[in-house]
């Protein structure tokens, strides 16, 4: 393996228009997904999360946290983006006291002994990691293709 630089490199000394290609396939398949979610996303009383779920370039807002990948050198790298509370409908919450400090071994003693409220938790609603395993395959076929595309288009065929 040589790395990505170095594949980027001679793919883009046979293929000037791959990057392009590449790009625009990327950003068309975390749109894809971003609306696969959305459809599946839980809804409340609003629909102010599922309205959240945008696929867009990682370049286009880095001041959002990246969650699920590590920082990437890809300038065209796209990825999905939600209300923070995703992680609490992806994965669930335990029951936890939601008294001042009630995290803590002295604020559940607190709270125990002042008849604080406990918070039940939620069940995991999962809707962004299925979505995207399901679709995977075909992310990746749509990426290949605009690669091939511009290497046929290099080659003249």
């Given at each position: ?14 293929a ?6 590449a790009a625009t396939?990327k950003?068309?398949?975390?749109k894809?997904?971003?609306d696969?979610i959305q ?7 609003t629909?102010e999360?599922?309205e959240?779920?945008?696929g ?13 990948t590590?920082?990437?050198k ?5 990825g999905?983006f ?8 992806e994965?669930g919450t335990?029951?936890h006291?939601t008294?001042k400090?009630g995290?803590?071994?002295l604020?559940k003693?607190l ?9 039940p ?6 809707h962004?990691?299925p ?9 990746r ?6 690669v ?8 003249g065929?």
């Amino acid at each position: 393996m040589k790395g990505r630089d170095a594949l980027m490199r001679r793919l883009n000394q046979l293929a000037p228009n791959v990057e392009k290609y590449a790009a625009t396939a990327k950003l068309e398949a975390a749109k894809e997904v971003a609306d696969a979610i959305q459809a599946r996303a839980p809804r409340g009383d609003t629909l102010e999360y599922a309205e959240s779920i945008e696929g867009d370039r990682l370049s286009s807002r880095p001041q959002q946290e990246t969650v699920g990948t590590t920082a990437t050198k890809d300038p065209s790298a796209a990825g999905i983006f939600a209300e923070y509370i995703w992680r609490f409908l992806e994965f669930g919450t335990a029951p936890h006291s939601t008294a001042k400090g009630g995290g803590t071994v002295l604020g559940k003693k607190l709270a125990a002994a002042s008849g604080a409220g406990m918070h039940p938790g939620t069940a995991a609603q999962p809707h962004i990691f299925p979505t995207y395993r399901a679709m995977k395959p075909a992310i990746r076929k749509r990426i290949r293709a605009a690669v091939n595309k511009a290497v046929r288009e290099a080659m003249g065929k």
